[in-house]
Structure formats: C-alpha cells, structure tokens
C-alpha cells in the first residue's frame, strides 16, 4: 500500500481563489509528521509547513494551512488568496518512527501539480 | 550563500565518464541526503549521511559512490552511467537525523542530469 497518496495529478485555480491539495497517508506508528513541499520549475524543494501526529491545532505558515483529520489519516494543504507565483508542484510527504528499518525516513507523494489562472 | 547550494545545476555525460555532484549546506545541520528525482515517479531515498557517517544507502548501485567529508559538503561520484540514470538529483540537510518526526529536510535547488 501506498504510504502518501495524493490523489489530484493536476489542479487548476483561478488567481486570488483558495485552493485544498490533497493527501491521505498510512502508518501505524503513533508518532509521525506532515509535511508539505513546493517545488516550481527550477526544481529546488521548498519547505512550506509541517504538522507533527500530536498537534492539537491545524498548523498555518502564511497563506498556508494544513487541514489534519487524523482519523481519516489525512493532511490537505490549502493555499488561499493564490498568487501567480504559486503555480508548481507540491508534494506531501511523511516522516515514521519506524520505517522499515529506517529511523524517521521521509516518504514523499508522486505529487499535484497546480496551476494559477489569471 | 544561505541555505543548501548544488553544483552543477546541470550536466551532461556519456557512460564512460566519470563526474561529481557537490552540495553544501549552510545552515549548520548535521544530517545530509542525497535523493533522485525521476520523471513521473516519487523521490527516491539514495543515501544518508549523519555526523559525517552514512547512516543508509537504499540499495543504490555501486556507480553511485558518495562522500561526505564534513557535515557541510556532500558529494555524489557518478562512474559508468547509464540512460536510465538520468534525473533530478536533489540534496538535503536536517539538523540531526533519526532524531524526532519534526526534524525538517531543506533542499537545494538540484542538479539535472542527462546520461548520453
């Protein structure tokens, strides 16, 4: 089974609309983290925003937010007021205590790919 | 420079020779990744160096050679390639691996790489 699946290949919004990405993820280890990467067409893998297992609150980073369900096991990203510059892909990815063997391994999504209108 | 720098940003090679990848990161962390970047396929795990220790290599053939000779610079040594290793080769450092799920990976821009 897929450990992060993000089911939108492509998604498209119109300038200064919000927007929700995606992504469901699997494990059994009670302590894991979320994370959320942008990577635009130059190919650098930006950091956007994290929310640890046992995070009480939804994190937000700006005009970045993450919407946790831990029991439907998903973590969707939502970019609001979208800017042009935001057209990229982004990628879910997560961090196990225990990942076959691998301490803390990062498992990253095959990604979305999103595209502002103007 | 801040952040996590890559050299090249791009490189063509044939089969036969033989080139590094560099990354160096100045953020003062203490782990360092190397992962490959195919196209339409997840980012892939290559190796993991902590204290300058590599810490896994996930079965990754033995043309791909790393080296980290200090926690700041990272090196891929690429020998005998082949087509099907061409791709985005991306590096990463965290402040220690193995550490705590809120350890963050902070990536450099890559190095595009075209195996002729």
């Known amino acids: 089974a897929q450990k992060i699946t993000q089911t939108q290949p492509g998604m498209f919004v119109q300038e200064k609309e919000a927007v929700t990405l995606d992504c469901t993820y699997d494990?059994?280890?009670?302590?894991?983290?979320l994370f959320w990467y942008k990577q635009p067409s130059s190919g650098e893998m930006i950091f956007l925003i994290y929310q640890g297992s046992y995070d009480q609150q939804n994190a937000t980073e700006g005009r970045y937010s993450l919407n946790f369900q831990k029991a439907r096991k998903s973590a969707n990203l939502v970019i609001s007021a979208s800017q042009l510059g935001d057209s990229a892909m982004y990628f879910c990815?997560?961090?196990?205590?225990?990942?076959?063997?691998?301490?803390?391994?990062?498992?990253f999504g095959k990604g979305t790919l999103l595209t502002v209108n103007p | 420079e801040t952040g996590v720098t890559q050299t090249p940003r791009h490189l063509v090679m044939g089969m036969t020779n033989k080139k590094s990848l560099k990354c160096e990161q100045h953020?003062?962390?203490?782990?360092m990744y190397w992962y490959k970047q195919s196209a339409k396929k997840p980012l892939e795990l290559m190796f993991v160096y902590s204290l300058e220790e590599r810490v896994e290599n996930n079965s990754v053939p033995s043309r791909f050679s790393p080296e980290c000779p200090n926690s700041s610079h990272l090196f891929l040594h690429l020998h005998t390639l082949q087509p099907e290793d061409s791709a985005l080769y991306l590096c990463?450092?965290?402040?220690?691996?193995?550490?705590?799920?809120?350890?963050?990976?902070?990536f450099g821009p890559g190095t595009r790489l075209t195996v002729l």
């Open positions: 990463a450092s965290s402040q220690a691996y193995g550490d705590a799920p809120t350890d963050t990976q902070y």
């Open positions: 953020l003062g962390h203490n782990a």
């Open positions: 494990t059994s280890d009670p302590s894991y983290g």
């Open positions: 990815a997560m961090r196990e205590e225990n990942s076959g063997g691998s301490n803390y391994k990062l498992t």
